[in-house]
């Protein structure tokens, strides 16, 4: 990890016990974040789950650009949409239909 500071990319959230999102740390190295009540979990992306048409085809919104999150605070976040079985706003708009 370059970086301890990461931007969200995207999100799913197919699943109402965890959220997942794709994060970029400061030199662009993508990382899958993925929270549930008790845990999260930082893991790197393969070369080939890198291409924004294959996420997007898979079900993977793109989340418009903020600025990068601390991880503490990135993991704050994620875990109290779960706890409140909600996404944070940035993230919810995301999940609304065109």
């Known amino acids: 990890m370059s970086a301890s500071a990461f931007t969200v ?3 799913s ?6 959220v997942t999102l794709i994060v970029e740390d400061r030199a662009g190295s993508p990382y899958f974040f ?3 009540p008790d845990h ?3 893991i790197p992306l ?3 789950e890198r291409h924004a048409p294959t996420l997007q085809r898979l ?3 793109a989340v418009p650009e903020v600025a990068p999150y601390p ?3 990135l993991r704050s976040l994620m875990t109290g949409a779960l706890a409140t079985h909600r996404l944070p706003p940035a993230l919810a708009a995301t999940t609304e239909a065109p």
């Open 13 to 18: 959230a197919l699943h109402p016990d965890s």
């Open 40 to 42: 999260c979990h930082l």
């Open 71 to 73: 991880l503490d605070a």
């Open 59 to 61: 079900g993977w919104a």
């Open 34 to 36: 993925h929270c549930r």
């Open 9 to 11: 990319r995207y999100r």
């Open 46 to 48: 393969r070369e080939d």
